[in-house]
């Protein structure tokens, strides 16, 4: 419960209320006043001083002066008239009435202000940004104006180069008149001169010194260029790439591609086979045996050759080159189905198709073709040769071979 | 701020947009004339002389071709008479006398298909020699021709037999400094840049940048061969220092990006030769500055000559067109003037200032 302060003094006259009250020694800081219109309540913890004034008050108008351990009110009336005493008495309700109402009307002021001071702060920012533009504009217009100070510069000097170019143009021409006449004076005056046979030297001179002047920018001779050059011939040649294709044409994932796969194939040789335990060491080298397998073939030897194979798959499954050549065994061996097979597994390790296994893919759709064709399957084996022609347009034995396969076609239907 | 403003500006001074696709524009020496060339939308081809007036273009001749032009040059023709040697989309070769134009001076059907680039040398006064002028074609092969020999080219640089062939996209004369020297340097579109002397008969250099070669050009095309710039796709441009070959290692270079995009031309201003601009894919021009080295060659490991490259300075960039800058011609007359023609069918005289401080 806050100490009620009753040792207040006042003094008025016409149109001001002065009211003191002292602090008690609560520093200035601790004091908070609520003045309305019909109320000022001054809380200094643990005092509370408040009344409830006799008439109306100018609020915005009065004044607090707190310091020096007293607070003084100076209160603007708002009717110019005495008041008997400084309070009113009313009852409890309508102190409390007062008092809430106080209080919203303070709170109202306080929301006020900040909004006020909110707005305030904006635009000055707005001001702020504002002059800022301003200043970049001029900034910017001056270099502006810079630029077509040059500009206007360099069109007049194009203008005037423009007319002296025309200038010395006409120049040139009235001269190559005056050249012209020039001439003709000359040679009749040397007939002239001729047949009158007097001081032909003087004349003369005086002639040519017109030609002369008329001569200074004209070459009268023309140079004596050096005969066409004898003819030559240069060839050339253009870089070879890995893939002979320019950075923009390659077919670079295709080729990286088709390299690691090969590089792969080289790795995968599967090792864990019971039977390989009784071969010698250069037995498991799939290379050694797909040499081998090629001398046999050369050889004559094809059954030889087709266990090499064999065994070199069974070592690695991934090298086309080993199934191709089975497949050409094969076809030695009439074992047509085989030949297909093998043919056709070689084509399917040979994706993707790049230029590099292009000799390879030939090879592989030739033999299954001719597979295809000794099986009467003829159809199938137009296919493969054609699509063998795909990769070399230019082999004219290849050529000649579909051919003979379309006639045959042709000729059973 | 005054820096930059010190540093050579260009100016796009008139611009003229044209009903027609231009490839090729060259000024008309000693004129404030210039010459565009192109197809129209129907197929066939056009020459037009356009003259500067008063800051305005105006159109002094139109000729219709039956075939479109893609390229000329004024480069072998002598100062009087101003010939313009045009090649054509169907691989012919004529020389025009623009005062009249309905029949060509010289005309040969030089290769098979289209040609894509020519240049002329031994003509306007500059250097020494025979005049010649050189095309190279999607056929692969770079052919020199003289225009007092009918039907056959003086030179002819084509694949060997069975060699797959690749578009040369560019040709450029250099080496020029007496009447017997002559170099060709030719770009072909898997990277390949090629030097040919036509003394020898033979080739003298050969490198591949590995992207295609849109434009090469020599400095100067009258003096002992100095520097060599070959621009190419994928914004890089290498600058090639030509005094000194060594016999491995070739020439020495410096190779820079810009652009971002394809750059298409390169053209160095006939007033310095250190000073060239090169014209992008996006409608850009950059202007470079390139400095020479300290030392311009050097000793390698076994006391042989090799060449060191210097360094290249970008002095300015402007960005004209949304479309790439197919062609740009420096004037020999006005130091700075230049008119670029691009892919937008618009034509465009620009003047760069401040070249004489750079």
């Known amino acids: 419960m806050p100490l009620i302060v009753r040792d207040h003094t006042w003094t008025q006259n016409q149109n001001t209320v002065y009211i003191s009250v ?29 009344i409830f004034l006799f008439g109306p008050i100018n609020e915005e108008k009065s004044e607090a002066r707190i310091g020096n351990g007293v607070a003084v ?34 709170q109202e002021k306080e929301a006020e202000k900040s909004k006020a001071k909110a707005t305030r702060i904006q635009q000055e920012k707005k001001y702020a940004l504002e002059t800022m533009m301003k200043l970049e504009n001029e900034e910017r217009d001056r ?205 399917e390790l040979l994706t993707p198709a790049v230029a590099a296994n292009a000799p390879a893919r030939l090879k592989a759709h030739v033999r299954r073709g001719t597979a295809f064709c000794e099986l009467e399957l003829y159809v199938e084996g137009l296919q493969d040769y054609q699509a063998a022609l795909d990769i070399d347009p230019h082999n004219v034995a290849l050529q000649a071979d579909t051919d003979k396969i379309r006639e045959i076609i042709q000729g059973t239907t | 701020m005054s820096s930059t403003l010190e540093k050579p500006q260009i100016i796009a001074h008139i611009q003229k947009s044209l009903n027609y696709t231009v490839f090729d524009s060259r000024w008309i020496p000693c004129s404030a004339k210039f010459v565009c060339m192109g197809n129209f939308a129907r197929g066939t081809g056009v020459i037009q002389i356009y003259e500067i007036q008063q800051g305005e273009l105006q159109l002094v001749k139109e000729i219709e071709k039956a075939k479109p032009i893609k390229c000329g040059t004024f480069g072998a023709t002598s100062l009087q008479q101003r010939h313009l040697a045009t090649g054509d989309f169907d691989g012919s070769l004529n020389v025009w006398n623009l005062e009249m134009p309905e029949c060509p001076v010289y005309s040969v059907k030089a290769h098979k298909e289209i040609i894509n680039s020519i240049d002329g040398v031994g003509g306007l006064g500059i250097g020494d020699g025979a005049p010649e002028i050189v095309t190279g074609s999607r056929d692969g092969t770079v052919k020199v021709w003289d225009s007092r020999q009918k039907d056959t080219p003086v030179v002819n640089m084509e694949p060997m037999e069975g060699e797959t062939k690749r578009d040369c996209w560019t040709v450029a004369f250099g080496h020029a400094f007496n009447d017997q020297d002559r170099c060709v340097c030719a770009g072909y579109d898997n990277g390949d840049i090629k030097l040919f002397d036509l003394r020898n008969m033979s080739l003298r250099w050969e490198t ?81 500055k390139y400095e020479y080295p300290a030392q311009r060659t050097k000793k390698d490991a076994d006391n042989v000559d090799m060449g060191v490259a210097g360094s290249v300075n970008l002095l300015q960039n402007v960005t004209l067109s949304t479309q790439p800058i197919s062609s740009l011609d420096w004037s020999p007359d006005k ?22 401080t750079v």
């Not at chain 1, 520093?27 to 913890?45: G, Q, W």
């Open chain 1, 73 to 106: 009110f100076t209160l603007q009336k708002r009717t110019d008239e005495l008041w008997e005493q400084l309070f009113t008495n009313i009852d409890k309700d309508k102190q409390k009435h007062i008092r809430e109402q106080a209080i919203l009307k303070v």
């Open chain 1, 143 to 347: 270099i502006q104006k810079m630029k077509d100070e040059e500009c206007a510069k360099a069109t007049a000097q194009l203008d005037f180069w423009r007319e002296t170019q025309r200038k010395t143009a006409e120049e040139n021409e009235n001269q190559q008149k005056l050249q012209r006449t020039g001439t003709n004076n000359n040679q009749l005056v040397y007939q002239k001169t001729e047949r009158a046979n007097a001081t032909p030297a003087v004349t003369l001179l005086h002639n040519t010194g017109n030609t002369t002047s008329g001569q200074i920018s004209r070459k009268q001779k023309p140079k004596d260029l050096p005969a066409p050059r004898s003819a030559g011939c240069i060839k050339i040649s253009f870089t070879p790439r890995v893939f002979p294709t320019a950075l923009r044409e390659s077919r670079v994932p295709e080729e990286e591609e088709w390299l690691k796969k090969q590089a792969e194939a080289r790795r995968a040789v599967d090792t864990d086979l019971a039977e390989l335990s009784d071969l010698k060491e250069e037995e498991r080298n799939p290379d050694w045996l797909k040499e081998k397998g090629d001398k046999l073939f050369m050889a004559g030897n094809y059954l030889a050759a087709v266990n090499a194979y064999n065994l070199a798959i069974k070592l690695n499954r991934k090298i086309p080159a080993l199934f191709s050549n089975r497949a050409a065994c094969h076809l030695k061996l009439r074992n047509l189905h085989k030949a297909i097979e093998d043919s056709s597994q070689a084509l």
């Open chain 1, 22 to 50: 002292p602090l008690k020694g609560v520093k200035t800081a601790n004091v908070h006043v609520i003045c309305t219109d019909e109320y000022l309540k001054v809380s200094f913890p643990p005092f509370l001083f408040e």
């Open chain 2, 335 to 356: 130091q700075g003037l230049c008119v670029c023609s691009s892919f937008d069918q618009s034509v465009r005289v620009l003047i760069v200032t401040k070249l004489n």
């Open chain 2, 208 to 288: 591949n940048i590995r992207n295609g070669v849109c434009s090469v050009e020599f400095d100067r095309k009258d003096i002992n061969m100095n520097k060599l710039v070959a621009t190419s796709l994928e914004g890089k441009f290498h600058v090639f220092d030509m005094r000194t070959q060594h016999p491995t290692n070739g020439f020495a270079s410096v190779s820079e990006k810009a652009h971002k995009s394809t750059v298409w031309q390169v053209r160095h201003l006939p007033q310095n030769r250190d000073v060239f601009m090169t014209a992008g894919g996006a409608g850009n021009l950059h202007l470079w």
